[in-house]
């Protein structure tokens, strides 16, 4: 493992959604631009660099946005800024900060607004003619794509031709796939290609470790990270793996839990997870999901809040408020006191297959990549979204109620800002879920069990199968373990 920085801190301020972590930022700016001190506020969205604006606006805060609605491109002007040093803030998104020379952040302090996206695992089902496109360009090794020997400038001039179509400068006849596909393998990133599937599909996939957000961090002369959570999240495992520490922000504040009456009414069965397979179940010629919501809709006595997956094609339209699904730092639903949540989280075989990978890589256990994995596509987005509700706000009194998809939300919910909530499992009792079936066992598991009691080593079995030391540890120390 090579660590790209050691014993760096970054500053957080953890607090519930709506507990006053931007109040915070904003009371703190004067003081800190008065210091000496020039601040770039990194935020998610447009839309939240809008309502940033504003309120900076109403608090006499100067500041400059950069960003792309001006016309202009986002890297020069962002830079140009950074290096002038002419403003004491600057607020852009993320996106913007990483496309920046990292080492023009020196002299500036950095604070992060909601925990930035730090790996991916991108899957491209890719048809026959899509294949043959992209093996023009490259070719097949040990289940991985390679670029043909040569052919390197080629590949980054279908690229830049792709991303000119994207803008109308240029047309190119390569699709955003196989473009992003060439971007990965253009940066050195494992790209894998699985055998080929019934109707001849195959499966391209990597693991994307935006690497370029340590390098930003290490620079900035402080780094403040405004957001609900990070424990056991995929930021601050990476974070740690690369060297990170943490400490309390300045920008903190008052800690404190939701003080509105809360229901929180899973959907799956006790001990159950929700997921897009069971969901997208035959019912009597209904999808579960439609049941599912028909039957929450029958005890709501508002108009709710619904955030859902795209694959749930519900027929509930008039019934529902349909919330975008990242409505991170937005106040626009702070009325509503009822709150559906139809979308998962789990990992797809392919992100299993790429936890796997980091897993190796850095030798930390597959259930602690499972877990961060779990905590940021489901637990941490669920949290955000039911506290767009009137949860949010000091003066509610009336009775909030959360439809969440399994134990696992609700218990996340009260474990963080919910403490006095109610679990109701009165609805999952309603709702006709089959039964799960025997957890799958890691396919390696029997044959790592067989070389432990051969008496072979660990390091040995994991350089035969590929499995982690720490995994093949737990697994001896755990063997009738399920």
């Not at 904003?26 to 506020?41: C, D, F, S, T």
């Not at 106040?331 to 789990?346: C, K, P, S, V």
């Not at 992100?351 to 961060?372: C, F, H, P, T, W």
Request: glycine share 4%; with cysteine.
């Amino acid at each position: 493992m090579s660590n790209i920085v050691r014993n760096k801190a970054i500053h957080t301020a953890i607090a519930r959604p709506g507990a006053g972590k931007t109040e915070a930022l904003l009371r703190n700016l004067p003081a800190i631009q008065e210091a000496g001190k020039r601040v770039v506020l990194a935020l998610p969205t447009l839309a939240l660099i809008d309502h940033i604006e504003q309120r900076a606006s109403s608090a006499s805060i100067s500041c400059r946005i950069v960003d792309h609605r001006n016309g202009d491109l986002v890297a020069p002007q962002l830079e140009a800024a950074l290096r002038e040093k002419q403003d004491s803030l600057i607020i852009c998104t993320q996106e913007a900060v990483r496309r920046v020379e990292h080492s023009l952040l020196r002299g500036w302090m950095l604070v992060i607004d909601e925990v930035p996206k730090v790996v991916d695992y991108p899957d491209y089902p890719l048809n026959p003619i899509e294949l043959n496109r992209v093996f023009e360009y490259t070719y097949e090794a040990s289940g991985q794509l390679w670029i043909k020997d040569d052919l390197e400038q080629l590949v980054q001039d279908q690229v830049s031709t792709n991303r000119a179509d994207s803008t109308g400068a240029d047309c190119s006849t390569l699709g955003d796939p196989a473009a992003h596909i060439f971007r990965l393998l253009l940066c050195d990133v494992a790209v894998f290609i699985d055998k080929a599937q019934i109707d001849d599909r195959r499966h391209v996939r990597a693991v994307e470790e935006f690497l370029d957000w340590w390098k930003i961090l290490s620079f900035a002369d402080e780094v403040h990270v405004l957001a609900a959570n990070i424990a056991g999240g995929e930021f601050e495992q990476f974070a740690r793996i690369h060297g990170f520490t943490f400490t309390v922000s300045i920008f903190t504040p008052m800690a404190g839990q939701y003080t509105s009456p809360v229901h929180i009414k899973p959907i799956m069965p006790k001990g159950q997870i929700f997921s897009k397979a069971k969901m997208n179940s035959d019912l009597e010629g209904n999808k579960l999901y439609d049941v599912a919501l028909d039957m929450i809709l029958k005890e709501t006595s508002s108009k709710p809040l619904l955030f859902a997956n795209n694959w749930v094609r519900h027929t509930q339209k008039s019934r529902v408020h349909q919330a975008p699904m990242d409505s991170r730092g937005l106040n626009g639903y702070d009325t509503a006191t009822e709150a559906i949540l139809l979308f998962g989280g789990n990992p797809s075989p392919s992100d299993r297959k790429g936890l796997e990978n980091l897993s190796e890589k850095y030798e930390v256990d597959i259930q602690e990549m499972l877990d961060a994995f779990v905590t940021t596509r489901l637990l941490e987005p669920s949290l955000q979204a039911v506290t767009r509700t009137a949860i949010r706000r000091s003066d509610n009194k009336n009775p909030i109620r959360l439809y969440v998809q399994d134990e696992r939300v609700a218990r996340y919910l009260v474990d963080t800002y919910m403490s006095d909530a109610v679990i109701d499992w009165s609805l999952s009792n309603k709702i006709p879920v089959k039964p799960d079936g025997r957890k799958k066992e890691h396919p390696l598991r029997p044959a790592v069990l067989d070389l432990l009691a051969k008496k072979v080593g660990v390091k040995e079995i994991a350089r035969r199968t590929s499995v982690t030391p720490k995994t093949i540890r737990n697994w001896r120390d755990n063997p009738i373990a399920a």
